[in-house]
């Protein structure tokens, strides 16, 4: 059952207050409407945004469901805003052949709270020696178009070529997890005078960019697409800035976590600190924000990593890395663009919505609302503030490394194909068709 909607007064991506008609999962109008017997949605003072395209989420299943599960996941993507997310294919067994991935596509239909593309890996287990099965998983019912180990990275430059002219002929991409393994054997965090002062193993910041510098030639030499995941660095930056203006067919994203953090959380040495790539400094901090307003960094991407207490709760060196993600990205990329006075609503929808769903090719998302299109879409309180309770949070995982935090904006509605799958700032608990 989809009733007919009328969301009123919302000020439609910061361009001034309409209302908007949705019917059969459709903008059917947009202007000064009456409700006519429809079901609405008072949005005064509250912004409507594209629904959030995540690039970048763990889902954990089918393998790790002690830690999270498409059900739990998607849930937590949509408290956060999120239309569409993108699940990684570092899952038991690994998203490596047509019938994995198309198992999870099915549970994210199951579940019904957002839409979820799943990436294919590109190499069988994540092992980076032999290409995984990418056009079986191209041509299945998951119609796969993005492919990435991460996790690892693709850090043969052999199986990278091979991997970049196959997804060519079908105009997918590879999305790298740009690491060159040699150079962080054994790292814990970033290095530098932190690094030094803790007596922790260093990641240098040259094992992220010296992969990035040769995946923008494998991509120019190739004419096929690279996406650069999770980059870090000021250096990481300079090198695709450089490379787009060659026109080079590179995309980068940027998580929240590296937008807001710093090395110098781990003092603490709380394991929910520990990410892949680790926490920089505050100087590579600043360069990120400029480049992500100014589109070097293409988008927003969460890296939502949920983990199990017995992968957290323990000594930093045992823990696995990572953070979660998407029920504080939106909040967090308000920050990081200004802040909810002086943030372009329209740019956030660019970076949050728009440009990934370009990339992964999600075309009934990151779309506009205008007559015609799928009503998928988030209405967020530019004016309200929330703190972060782990308890709180959709997510099966605890590991937010935002507890107690105090952050802007808040999610007040989210509709996927028309269907509220939050309502009131809490989740929808109908939401299957």
């Given at each position: 059952m989809n009733p007919v909607k009328l969301i009123k007064s919302a000020n439609l991506i910061g361009r001034g207050r309409q209302d908007v008609l949705v019917r059969d999962g459709r903008v059917a109008e947009i202007g000064s409407l009456r409700d006519a017997g429809a079901e609405v949605v008072d949005a005064d003072g509250l912004v409507l945004l594209p629904g959030l395209v995540d690039l970048h989420t763990h889902l954990r299943e089918p393998g790790r469901e002690d830690a999270e599960t498409v059900l739990t996941g998607t849930r937590a993507a949509a408290k956060g805003g999120y239309t569409a997310v993108c699940a990684m294919a570092n899952s038991y067994p690994v998203a490596d052949t047509a019938g994995v991935v198309e198992q999870v596509a099915a549970l994210g239909r199951a579940a019904g709270y957002a839409d979820v593309q799943p990436i294919g890996a590109v190499s069988i287990g994540l092992e980076g020696r032999q290409l995984a099965e990418i056009g079986a998983m191209a041509q299945s019912a998951a119609a796969v178009r993005m492919f990435s180990d991460d996790g690892h990275c693709v850090h043969?430059?052999?199986?990278?070529?091979?991997?970049?002219?196959?997804?060519?002929?079908?105009?997918?991409?590879?999305?790298?997890?740009?690491?060159?393994?040699?150079?962080?054997?054994?790292?814990?965090?970033?290095?530098?005078?932190?690094?030094?002062?803790?007596?922790?193993?260093?990641?240098?910041?040259?094992?992220?960019?010296?992969?990035?510098?040769?995946?923008?030639?494998?991509?120019?030499?190739?004419?096929?697409?690279?996406?650069?995941?999770?980059?870090?660095?000021?250096?990481?930056?300079?090198?695709?800035?450089?490379?787009?203006?060659?026109?080079?067919?590179?995309?980068?994203?940027?998580?929240?976590?590296?937008?807001?953090?710093?090395?110098?959380?781990?003092?603490?040495?709380?394991?929910?600190?520990?990410?892949?790539?680790?926490?920089?400094?505050?100087?590579?901090?600043?360069?990120?924000?400029?480049?992500?307003?100014?589109g070097v960094i293409d988008a927003v991407a969460t890296d939502h990593a949920p983990h199990a207490p017995q992968d957290k709760e323990c000594e930093w060196a045992a823990a696995r890395p990572g953070m979660l993600g998407l029920e504080t990205a939106l909040s967090i990329s308000v920050a990081a663009l200004g802040g909810p006075d002086d943030v372009d609503w329209d740019l956030l929808a660019e970076r949050t919505s728009r440009t990934p769903a370009r990339i992964a090719g999600l075309e009934a998302h990151g779309r506009d609302p205008e007559p015609g299109v799928e009503a998928n879409f988030t209405l967020v309180d530019p004016s309200a503030t929330w703190t972060v309770v782990p308890e709180g949070l959709a997510s099966l995982s605890r590991n937010t490394p935002y507890a107690g935090m105090e952050l802007p904006v808040t999610v007040e509605a989210t509709f996927l194909r028309g269907r509220a799958t939050v309502l009131n700032g809490k989740i929808a608990e109908e939401t299957t068709e």
């Open positions: 043969d430059p052999v199986l990278m070529r091979r991997a970049l002219e196959y997804v060519k002929t079908f105009g997918g991409i590879i999305a790298q997890h740009a690491e060159e393994p040699r150079l962080t054997e054994g790292a814990q965090m970033n290095e530098g005078a932190v690094s030094a002062e803790l007596g922790l193993p260093g990641w240098p910041s040259v094992a992220e960019e010296a992969i990035i510098a040769r995946d923008v030639l494998l991509a120019e030499y190739t004419g096929a697409r690279v996406h650069f995941c999770h980059v870090s660095t000021a250096r990481s930056v300079a090198i695709i800035r450089e490379a787009k203006a060659r026109g080079v067919q590179i995309t980068a994203e940027v998580c929240p976590h590296h937008l807001l953090l710093t090395d110098e959380a781990a003092r603490s040495y709380d394991p929910v600190y520990k990410v892949n790539p680790p926490l920089r400094q505050e100087s590579d901090v600043a360069v990120l924000r400029a480049a992500l307003a100014e």
